[in-house]
């Protein structure tokens, strides 16, 4: 895994590089996980831990990140 910044991952979010994970709440991330066969491709890492990653579905090539600390990533990574 590469480590990125976390201003690398709102970047690739803004420009629609990658679709944002930030809003699904806990059922919603069980169920994206359990549809969907993704690689870990990054993390973002500060004083206090994780906080952020980029996701890839091995299937369709497509990018997925998460730019905050909550359910999503922590179910995620």
Known sequence: MRKYGQ???KALVKDGSA?????YGFAEMRDFLQSHTL???G???GVYGINGGLLK????GKLYAITAR???????F
């Open 43 to 45: 993390y973002s890492s």
């Open 39 to 41: 690689d870990k491709i």
């Open 57 to 60: 579905d091995t299937e369709t």
């Open 19 to 23: 679709v944002s994970l930030n809003n």
């Open 70 to 76: 909550n359910t999503a990533l922590m179910m995620a």
């Open 7 to 9: 201003r690398e991952l």
